[in-house]
């Protein structure tokens, strides 16, 4: 974000935006973190339909298993319909949106 600053303004970054700049950086890593939440489960799910033996299957199970298995515990059974990609899927949107609007409102100049 430093470099960001840097290049569109060709001038340092001042000491009273350093907090604004570090708080945007966490926020953007959140973005990143939900954004990759989103892929996962998005691939898990297409693969699972496609091609369930599909070698990165465990490794995308392991990823995604933690998040998803509160959400199954709470759904009820559908027989054989697992829908708690979709839930996790619009938690997870609405989370990227809840820190879209908080990164702006808290730091406008810094979004990406």
């Known amino acids: 974000l430093v470099l960001l600053w840097l290049v569109s303004t060709t001038s340092m970054l001042p000491v009273k935006l350093i907090p ?5 950086g966490f926020a953007t890593v959140a973005r990143w973190a939900l954004n990759l939440i989103v892929w996962l489960t998005l691939i898990q799910a297409v693969l699972s339909w496609v091609n369930p033996m599909a070698t990165i ?15 199954r515990r709470i759904l009820p059974n559908l ?7 979709i839930v996790l899927l619009i938690l997870a949107q609405i989370a990227i949106m809840v820190v879209n609007r908080i990164t702006y409102q808290l730091f ?4 990406l």
Do not use: H, K
């Open 57 to 71: 299957m465990p490794v995308l199970r392991t990823m995604t298993g933690p998040l998803l298995e509160p959400i």
């Open 108 to 111: 406008p100049l810094f979004i």
């Open 20 to 24: 604004g700049v570090i708080g945007a």
């Open 79 to 85: 027989g054989g319909f697992d829908l708690s990609p």
